[in-house]
């Protein structure tokens, strides 16, 4: 069994995750700040990284704290958000040179925790808000960002679909907000988001790599000092509807390729006894080039660029995505649902399943060779609020079988198409 011996405490109402390992030639921090995702806090949230990078208490612009960064042997400082199921996940990240790999007795790691810790909790401010040109520089930064995953038609078919088929549930938001909603946000809308956020959110910080396990809980105990004070914690997502009914949506936009998805209901989750089971299927159906999908929709067929389909684990969402031309709509999205009706019915062999579930196996090898991909894997235990470290997953995947294969197949549903092909077709 995979054995990453992490260590998990609480101090200052954050979970603090220590994996001291000698993989890395560098030291990461990596806190997720969760909160559930909602209407009016969407686009606010999605502001609060950008802003939190653009200025602290001693580093008032991007430009000084750039060059901090850069007197740390090049440290890196990221923000990102996302979504997991129905859960809001904004994310700070600092990674540093582990000071074992340094000339002389540097004490980078407290000075760059102490950093960390800045950008987070100690913001710059102008009379009790975030300042009114970082805040008018971001939220421009923000709107161009949206435009750009609109200009992307993959995406964009991704975020419609998502859109159609989860109406009036909260999954159907996304993580990025929306541009509609930023001439409404000031400085001291945004700045009280943010205290809500470091208040009120359950915070997970992640610290990996090779350090002094004694000075860093000496540096962490004397930086972390604030009283928080998180809310109790929701499920990550709420149920798929008992009865679905399938949805046809079709759109017309300036587009040379026509974009099929196609949202199946799994009604299995993260956490959930036959998760494994589910992941498998996926593999076999779309999820690598030897699939179902890959093999009978793109390469015997011909009717598409590509075909592949991927799982949302917190949500239980099995989504299709096809490039296809205009014409041939019919044609996949019959052979998409015979694929899927295959997997029911056990059409694919032990050989297929031994296969899947090794690259399944190795995609989780491969994750936890870096510090992101480790957090990334860890992560759904944190938001579907299990335990059940990665090493028992993988062991969990070995124990696969056809007929448990078979029976998570048999929970799909298909929920909604969605084609969005050319103005004139």
Not at 26 to 45: D, G, H, Q, S
Request: proline share 2%; glycine share 6%.
């Amino acid at each position: 069994m995979v054995d990453l011996q992490v260590r998990s405490s609480q101090r200052a109402g954050m979970n603090i995750h220590y994996w001291k390992t000698d993989k890395f030639k560098t030291v990461t921090f990596l806190l997720m700040a969760k909160a559930p995702l909602n209407e009016r806090t969407l686009t606010v949230r999605a502001l609060i990284p950008s802003i939190l990078q653009s200025g602290t208490k001693n580093y008032s612009n991007r430009k000084q704290l750039r060059r901090k960064l850069d007197d740390m042997y090049g440290a890196i400082l990221t923000g990102d958000v996302q979504k997991k199921g129905e859960q809001h996940v904004l994310s700070f990240r600092m990674e540093i040179a582990s000071e074992r790999f340094l000339t002389g007795q540097q004490p980078l790691l407290k000075e760059a925790l102490s950093l960390f810790k800045e950008v987070v909790f100690e913001p710059r401010l102008e009379d009790g808000a975030f300042a009114k040109a970082i805040v008018e520089q971001e939220k421009r930064a923000l709107s161009q960002r949206i435009a750009a995953i609109y200009d992307d038609k993959m995406r964009y078919a991704n975020v419609r679909i998502t859109e159609e088929m989860f109406k009036g549930e909260a999954f159907s938001l996304p993580a990025y907000g929306r541009v509609s909603d930023l001439d409404t946000l000031d400085e001291q809308a945004i700045y009280q988001a943010y205290e809500r956020m470091v208040t009120e959110d359950r915070f997970d910080l992640y610290i990996i790599g090779a350090y002094d396990e004694n000075e860093l809980t000496r540096s962490i105990e004397e930086l972390f000092t604030q009283n928080r004070q998180p809310k109790a914690e929701g499920q990550a997502a709420a149920k798929s509807p008992v009865h679905i009914t399938e949805k046809l949506v079709t759109e017309n936009q300036k587009v040379k390729q026509g974009k099929l998805h196609i949202g199946f209901r799994t009604h299995t989750t993260f956490g959930d006894e036959d998760y494994e089971a589910m992941q498998v299927a996926n593999g076999i159906f779309g999820g690598f080039p030897s699939s179902k999908l890959f093999r009978n929709v793109r390469e015997k067929e011909s009717l598409a660029y590509y075909a592949a389909s991927r799982l949302e684990s917190h949500k239980g969402v099995l989504m299709v995505m096809a490039g296809i031309e205009f014409n041939k709509f019919e044609r996949a999205v019959a052979i998409i649902k015979e694929q899927a009706e295959a997997m029911k019915t056990g059409e694919f062999d032990e050989e297929t399943i031994e296969q899947t579930k090794a690259m399944l196996i190795n995609q989780m090898l491969e994750a936890i060779d870096t510090p992101r991909g480790f957090v990334e894997l860890s992560y759904h235990e944190m938001v579907a609020g299990t335990t059940y470290p990665i090493g028992e997953r993988i062991e969990a995947l070995k124990k696969v079988t056809k007929t448990d294969i078979v029976n998570a197949a048999n929970k799909w549903e298909l929920d909604t198409i969605y084609f969005l092909k050319g103005e004139s077709e």
